[in-house]
């Protein structure tokens, strides 16, 4: 048995080996073939969305824009969450990188810039399509890669401006105000106060009294709200935070002082809630960037490139890594996003690209 | 200043007025730290920053109640993030809510307690049963509550309307919001505990001697349960309270309350081996780390200076808290 045994598994690891080469040129050569591409049945394609966590709103709007388009091309959404934990991001996708990759699309927003990289590298020589979302580093380009189609992120200093400004309509252009920052070492946070200053340099008569960090975390922004309250008192008549979890701690503080409905209140993001809010006119304004419309939309260009309606070639460089469109919600157009939903004529391949809103700066 | 304060405190030897000089860091570095704002800032002073600086303090005070039982037994724990998560989610699902027809109000309330009480005993249990570590164990126990949670949030935030839970942060009596006088309530029995009870004795002996205890035929194992339980009871009140100021049900209730629970303990003179500081020690630290981030926002320090100037005055005032101690007990390890 002893003698039969070891030539059966020599024997058996080399067809195996063979068979694992064959393989792996095959799918190579079928890789760099550019008629090849785009050669998959729309049943066949694997569609998979990753995002960090499924407890906040903004998150499970996502994913539910991705079953939705999902259902809408007949397939499911493989929804992955990996708790805002960069290496449990990495192992999922050399997970789904190890098994069949021919058909995989992926729609991934990458933990912080410096993972995005890895991700790319491991989705281009897989051949899995990938629209990364939010984080990439600046030299990072997907036009220098075969399968990462596309890069889509939002200008944080347009929409750190948009509320500004409706922040200073609101108080009538006078008077001042407090910002609340969010983690400071964030580009989304860097960008959004850079928008407001520039909003501060435009609207002369506004004054900002005091910035303070409040990391993005409803908590935290309600005890910084409150000591900014009595340290500058009645003189804050509006109050921008860096995102709509802030601007929520804001108004409980307010309420807490008794002074809701008094000061106005800016935030971004658009969280259900807060849009409830800016309808109910507690808070002034908000910005969305469409959480569900992101969840489909990376699902919908990957299909799309894979099943061949959208070749990446043809693809133009503005398109392959873009800002797109956000929208302003104030107490007129509030009703339209209360309950976040997607319109599949968004996510036909001739119209994926329709909110690019420019390229990357 | 504080540090001289401490020094000069120093007792030479160790006599009984040598333990109250040995207690005295804390809340002279308070009183020191309290002073030099007050002195840079007059809205510092004022009396509604006091009150707001309280007020702040509630949700704190109560962690670090329950916390302090677990470090005076010499274990750790770090599952508050996720008992109070799972307790926030629990309770603005039961109190009336914009996601369901519940309306229990207290009790409501008193579930999400039990159940922070019920993940306490997990913990315990897994000290004392499975030998697990209390740090991994606590650690694990923080990640169930916070899977707990998700699932109940079901990627819709529960916001509640329940008057009476929302009326704790907002009503006042003598100038301090309800929810403070809870903290206040929570601190008076968690010292009646720890100086009057079996459990609160035990406790302080199984952190200074849990041999010696064993050895004189004390069963320790349930009393650490208890112990653990005792402290997630708190952490799923902190919870409660933690919804009643946000309105909120979230899952990230409890975010960084674990350190800063253990931080305010550790600066009001709670030792981590175990043995020594009590429940008003924790207090004053917990007074410190408020007075703290509320002076350094009044005075007018950059939110970029922020992060760092505030944990140099928390070692500081460690430091000075903890030197009269140094010799007697391994601290510094």
């Known amino acids: 048995m ?25 799918q190579a050569a079928g890789g760099n073939d550019a008629a090849a591409e785009g050669a998959c049945q729309p049943s066949d394609v694997r569609l998979v969305g990753q995002v960090r966590n499924e407890s906040n709103p903004y998150e499970a709007s996502w994913l539910a824009g991705g079953d939705a388009y999902a259902k809408s091309v007949g397939l499911t959404q493989e929804r992955l969450t990996y708790d805002g934990d960069s290496t449990k991001q990495q192992e999922q996708i050399s997970q789904l990188l190890a098994g069949d990759t021919k058909c995989l699309v992926m729609n991934v927003l990458p933990n912080g810039d410096s993972d995005t990289a890895p991700i790319v590298k491991g989705a281009d020589q897989a051949g899995a399509y990938l629209v990364t979302q939010w984080n990439k580093p600046a030299d990072l380009d997907p036009a220098d890669h075969r399968t990462w189609v596309s890069h889509i992120t939002y200008n944080g200093v347009e929409s750190g401006q948009q509320i500004g400004d409706a922040l200073a309509t609101a108080i009538g252009g006078n008077g001042g105000i407090i910002a609340l920052q969010g983690i400071l070492d964030t580009a989304a946070a860097k ?138 919600i104030t107490k007129d157009n509030a009703a339209d996003f209360v309950s976040p939903k997607t319109n599949p004529a968004d996510f036909e391949c001739a119209n994926v690209f329709n909110r690019v809103a420019g390229p990357l700066t | ?88 989610l629990t309770v603005s ?39 697990v570590p209390s740090f991994m164990a606590t650690l694990g126990v923080s990640a169930v509550g916070l899977g707990v949670a998700t699932l109940l949030f079901a990627g819709v935030q529960p916001n509640i309307s329940d008057t009476m839970l929302k009326g704790w942060a907002i009503e006042r009596f003598l100038g301090f919001s309800y929810l403070t006088w809870i903290a206040a309530a929570c601190v008076l029995v968690g010292w009646l505990v720890q100086r009057y009870t079996r459990l609160g004795r035990y406790a302080f002996a199984i952190g200074g001697a849990e041999e010696v205890l064993t050895l004189s035929g004390v069963r320790v194992k349930p009393y650490k349960i208890a112990v653990f339980a005792l402290a997630g009871a708190f952490y799923g009140l902190g919870g409660v309270m933690v919804t009643s100021q946000l309105g909120a049900g979230l ?83």
């Open chain 1, 2 to 26: 002893r003698f039969t045994a070891r030539p059966a598994a020599a024997i058996m690891s080399l067809s195996l080996a063979a068979a694992v080469l064959a393989g792996c040129s095959e």
């Open chain 2, 251 to 333: 899952v990230q209730a409890g975010d960084g309350y674990d350190f800063s629970a253990i931080t305010a303990a550790v600066v009001g003179g709670t030792l981590l081996t175990g043995g020594r500081g009590g429940v008003l020690h924790s207090a004053v630290g917990v007074l410190l780390v408020m007075v703290l981030t509320n002076g350094l926002v009044q005075v007018g320090v950059s939110p970029y200076w922020q992060g760092g100037v505030e944990g140099l005055i928390v070692v500081a005032a460690v430091a000075a808290a903890v030197i009269p101690q140094r010799r007697r007990n391994q601290v510094v390890k």
């Open chain 1, 191 to 328: 960008d959004r106060f850079a928008g407001l200053e520039a909003s501060l340099k435009k609207n002369t008569g506004v004054k900002l009294l005091d910035q303070q960090a409040a990391n993005f975390s409803r908590a935290e922004a309600l005890t910084v709200t409150k000591t900014l309250l009595t340290k500058h008192g009645e003189h804050v008549k509006g109050i921008w935070a860096a995102n709509d979890d802030m601007a929520l701690g804001a108004l409980e503080a307010l309420q807490q002082q008794g002074l809701a409905g008094k000061v106005a209140v800016v935030g971004i993001d658009a969280v259900p809630d807060a849009v409830k809010a800016v309808q109910g006119g507690t808070m002034t304004a908000t910005v969305s960037s469409d959480g569900a419309w992101q969840g489909g939309i990376g699902l919908a260009i990957g299909y799309c490139v894979a099943t061949g309606k959208l070749a990446v070639k043809d693809i133009a460089a503005a398109n392959r890594a873009f800002f797109a469109e956000q929208f302003l």
């Open chain 2, 93 to 131: 699902l039961l109190v009336a809510n914009n996601r369901n027809d519940n309306d229990f109000g207290l009790l409501g309330i008193l579930v999400a307690v039990l159940l922070g009480c019920a993940f306490g005993c997990l913990s315990g249990l897994a000290l004392v049963l499975l030998k």
């Open chain 2, 1 to 88: 200043m504080t540090v001289t304060a401490g020094v000069t405190a120093a007792p030479r030897r160790r006599t009984r007025r040598g333990a109250a000089f040995r207690d005295a860091g804390p809340p002279v570095a308070l009183v020191v730290i309290f002073g030099i704002f007050a002195a840079l800032s007059p809205q510092f002073r004022s009396v509604d920053n006091v009150q707001n600086i309280v007020d702040a303090a509630a949700v704190l005070a109560v962690v670090t109640c329950g916390i302090t039982f677990v470090l005076m037994m010499g274990s750790i724990d770090l599952s508050a993030a996720g008992v109070m998560g799972a307790a926030a």
